[in-house]
């Protein structure tokens, strides 16, 4: 039930629904990047209570290619009894083009906000994918992107300061530290009982289907209820991956090349700016996976991560 309602997404990237509050230096809370694929390394095992902990292991490994995003435009919002409302919204003078394949028009500007109408300050960000090889599309995803640390006067400055500029996944985050990552899973289309919940095939002597479930339930209450598995969409769902660890962050450039031979399966070659995190996330390749600040974190960041290996053999088989 903890992933109900299993519907469609409405789009094939994950919404931001929250943001923890982090305290420090001013800085973006979120960072966008494309799925490419996995692959594996060979590191010291940085978990303090693994029974491998301080030995080499191998592990798997998922490739996010994170060209920069670009600052379009801020929005300061104000906390009312109804939730944030828009106090003022500001867009950059010198935009890309290609953004206006996504927009038709920016609102106008309104008065520069006072400090005292400010309770939050975020950024509207799109990103290049005209940069990324592997991803066929050129049309830019728009999103918001809260600042965070400091005081609201600190961050509005932060704000003016890179308003039309380039951000970079170094002013978001860095190797060692956690991140939750939010994507959209690979779509299943509509499949039965069995595939979509997991539910015990039907003895074949006194049935005439097996891949079904036994009763739809009591005559009383006298409806189906929503706990009862039945057929329906599989996949395509938003999900968040918690805690994630970012392993290393790279320009792809000299011994940092990440390319694998002949290219990675469904994407290509990786010619921009890449993360490696630890593990798998959701989606496919080519995708728009999001990452942001954790809201569950109980183990510290690693300061020192050391990785010896990373295979970069063909993911295309024999």
Same mark, same amino acid.
């Given at each position: 039930?903890?992933?109900?309602?299993?519907?469609?997404?409405?789009?094939?990237?994950?919404?931001?629904?929250?943001?923890?509050?982090?305290?420090?230096?001013?800085?973006?809370?979120?960072?966008?990047?494309?799925?490419?694929?996995?692959?594996?390394?060979?590191?010291?095992?940085?978990?303090?209570?693994?029974?491998?902990?301080?030995?080499?292991?191998?592990?798997?490994?998922?490739?996010?290619?994170?060209?920069?995003?670009?600052?379009?435009?801020?929005?300061?919002?104000?906390?009312?009894?109804?939730?944030?409302?828009?106090?003022?919204?500001?867009?950059?003078?010198?935009?890309?083009?290609?953004?206006?394949?996504?927009?038709?028009?920016?609102?106008?500007?309104?008065?520069?906000?006072?400090?005292?109408?400010?309770?939050?300050? %975020?950024? &509207?960000?799109?990103?290049? =994918?005209?940069?990324?090889?592997? $991803?066929?599309?050129? *049309? #830019?995803?728009?999103?918001?992107?809260?600042?965070?640390?400091?005081?609201?006067?600190?961050?509005?400055?932060?704000?003016?300061?890179?308003?039309?500029?380039?951000?970079?996944?170094?002013?978001?985050?860095?190797?060692?530290?956690?991140?939750?990552?939010?994507?959209?899973?690979?779509?299943?289309?509509?499949?039965?009982?069995?595939?979509?919940?997991?539910?015990?095939?039907?003895?074949?002597?006194?049935?005439?289907?097996? %891949?079904? &479930?036994?009763?739809?339930? =009591?005559?009383?209450?006298?409806? $189906?209820?929503?706990? *009862? #598995?039945?057929?329906?969409?599989?996949?395509?769902?938003?999900?968040?991956?918690?805690?994630?660890?970012?392993?290393?962050?790279?320009?792809?450039?000299?011994?940092?090349?990440?390319?694998?031979?002949?290219?990675?399966?469904?994407?290509?070659?990786?010619?921009?700016?890449?993360?490696?995190?630890?593990?798998?996330?959701?989606?496919?390749?080519?995708?728009?996976?999001?990452?942001?600040?954790?809201?569950?974190?109980?183990?510290?960041?690693?300061?020192?991560?050391?990785?010896?290996?990373?295979?970069?053999?063909?993911?295309?088989?024999?």
């Amino acid at each position: 039930m903890g992933y109900y309602p299993r519907v469609r997404s409405k789009r094939m990237q994950g919404d931001i629904r929250s943001w923890p509050e982090v305290d420090g230096n001013v800085r973006i809370q979120a960072f966008a990047g494309y799925k490419v694929g996995m692959t594996h390394v060979e590191m010291t095992d940085y978990r303090k209570f693994s029974t491998t902990a301080g030995q080499t292991i191998a592990a798997p490994v998922t490739v996010v290619e994170v060209p920069p995003l670009t600052v379009a435009g801020i929005r300061y919002y104000d906390e009312t009894e109804l939730g944030l409302s828009i106090v003022s919204e500001k867009w950059a003078e010198n935009q890309d083009k290609e953004i206006f394949r996504r927009i038709t028009k920016q609102t106008e500007k309104k008065d520069p906000p006072m400090v005292t109408e400010v309770s939050e300050v %975020r950024f &509207i960000v799109h990103t290049n =994918p005209k940069l990324v090889s592997g $991803v066929p599309s050129k *049309v #830019p995803d728009i999103f918001e992107v809260r600042i965070v640390g400091g005081d609201v006067k600190a961050r509005m400055a932060y704000a003016e300061e890179h308003l039309g500029k380039e951000l970079h996944f170094s002013d978001f985050s860095k190797a060692g530290n956690f991140a939750d990552v939010i994507g959209v899973t690979k779509g299943k289309g509509f499949q039965g009982h069995v595939k979509r919940f997991g539910v015990k095939l039907l003895p074949t002597k006194n049935r005439k289907h097996r %891949r079904m &479930i036994g009763t739809l339930g =009591p005559w009383h209450p006298d409806w $189906v209820r929503n706990t *009862v #598995p039945q057929a329906g969409q599989i996949g395509t769902h938003q999900r968040t991956a918690h805690n994630i660890r970012i392993l290393r962050y790279s320009k792809n450039e000299g011994d940092q090349d990440i390319n694998v031979k002949g290219g990675f399966t469904n994407y290509g070659l990786v010619r921009t700016e890449y993360v490696l995190i630890h593990g798998s996330v959701p989606g496919a390749a080519k995708r728009l996976i999001k990452f942001r600040d954790p809201a569950r974190q109980k183990t510290p960041s690693v300061e020192n991560l050391t990785i010896s290996y990373v295979s970069k053999e063909s993911k295309q088989g024999d």
